[in-house]
Structures are given as C-alpha cells and as structure tokens.
C-alpha cells in the first residue's frame, strides 16, 4: 500500500514553506517531489495575488525527471471552476519545462514561443512528443484534480511553447521534474506558476536565457513589430508575446531565482 506524507505549510500562506522530504506515491518515482496537498496550497497562494490576467482559477500538474505525472491540483472549489482544457495543458508544459531543460540551463515554456516560429532556432519542436491520450483522457472526471487523479503515475509528454511551464531544481542544483500551470493569459500562467515554483523551493535554477540574473528562466518580452510578419522578431530569440501592462510589470519585479 503506498504511503503519503503530509506537508505542513505555513499557516500565514504569505512565506509557506515545504520540506525537502516531502515526498509522493512511490510506485511513480515522485520521492522528492511536492505531492497533492502540497502543490494546491502553493498554487491557490500564487493564483490569490495579482498576476496580470483575468483572476482565473488554475490547474497545477507536477511531472518528475522521467516525465511521469506525480501530483494534479485546481484552485476552485470544483473541477468546473477552471477551464476544463486547462487540465491537460498544465501536464504538457510540466513536461515540456522538464524534458527541454537541464542540469546546467533551464528554459521554461514561456522561453519557447520565438524560438518554435518559423524561422526561430527550434522551428518544428511543438510537433514532437506529442500528449499521451490515454493518459491525459483516462479515469473518473470526478477524480480530475484530486490526490487520485487518473494521470497520476502516466507519461503525459506534450510540448507546450507559451508561459506557464518550468523545470524544478532542488537546493542541490538537481533537476528533479517540473511544473506546469494553465488557465489563465499565457504572461498570467508565467507568473503564477513562477510564484508557485518558488514556494515549493524548487527554484534553485542554475542558468537560463532571460538575460536576467537573477531570474533566469523568466519571460522574455522582447518581439518588435515586422512587417509581413504576424508574430514580429524577437531579438534574442527567446520572446514571448505581450499579454498586458500589469502582466509585463508583474514578471519584472517576480522572486529571485534561489541560488
């Protein structure tokens, strides 16, 4: 029979902080990694704050190194109080931040965007790993979000290349899965997810590609109109469109990447 533990968060939500040991269902290889109860707190903490979007509940799905779904999680007060939809994106850019990021450079969901337009260094890389339907579709719906959700201990896989998605570091450098949230503005998702991350403590992020120091995976907003083009050009390559002005303002001023 498999054994959870229960995490204790900090009873303020403002500084909540989760054991290192703090572990998942075994029989997935998800030891080490936040389990249910733990990631919902974080991601309801993150979701309450300003983010910039439209102050949409949320979907959480944690992936472990190998890609396998350990933990799923909502905001609302039911499966139906978030997009539907959202469910299986949030596991696709979990995935997508562990599978595309690694010991030495992290590139988070929001970092794909330009670099998977036509003419961008990783054209075509949206098409590849495609979602495991029988996966993401299996089970109860009634069980979507909750400590027995069905993709729990499945290979979700997908590629997902809009904000939301990250690799997750522990304190000694490793990079031990990743994180996806979905159902707000793709900037919005960045920031919630960001801010869910580091709760967790898992944003001990050793390089990225932001140009920033000391948020190193963070988004990029960087495109500048061209004509004939409908998406512009991104000067580093990395860019993420815009989604609004406090969104914008929002990623700037995120926590610090632990170091």
Request: hydrophobic content about 35%; some cysteine; proline content about 4%.
């Amino acid at each position: 029979m498999n054994i959870r533990y229960m995490a204790v968060l900090s009873a303020a939500g403002l500084c909540a902080m989760v054991s290192t040991s703090v572990v998942a269902d075994d029989s997935s290889d998800c030891r080490g990694l936040p389990q249910h109860a733990v990631l919902k707190s974080a991601l309801k903490q993150a979701r309450n704050e300003a983010n910039g979007g439209f102050n949409l509940d949320m979907w959480g799905t944690i992936v472990n190194r190998d890609g396998i779904v350990c933990a799923v999680a909502f905001t609302g007060e039911d499966r139906g109080d978030q997009w539907p939809g959202s469910r299986v994106i949030s596991a696709q850019k979990a995935s997508t931040g562990n599978a595309f990021s690694l010991r030495g450079l992290a590139l988070s969901t929001a970092n794909l965007y330009s670099a998977v337009s036509p003419g961008g260094s990783l054209y075509g890389l949206q098409h590849s790993n495609p979602v495991n339907t029988n996966v993401a579709y299996r089970g109860n719906a009634a069980d979507y979000g909750t400590s027995n959700d069905p993709m729990e201990g499945g290979k979700i896989g997908g590629i997902n290349v809009f904000g939301g998605g990250f690799a997750l570091y522990n304190s000694r450098g490793q990079i031990v899965g990743g994180l996806g949230v979905s159902g707000d503005s793709s900037c919005a998702d960045h920031n919630i997810g960001w801010k869910t991350r580091h709760t967790l403590l898992l944003d001990y992020v050793p390089a990225g590609v932001s140009g920033d120091a000391m948020r190193r995976d963070n988004i990029v907003y960087d495109i500048s109109p061209q004509a004939g083009q409908q998406e512009g050009v991104s000067a580093k390559g990395w860019g993420h469109p815009v989604c609004s002005a406090a969104a914008t303002t929002i990623a700037a001023t995120l926590p610090a990447n632990r170091p």
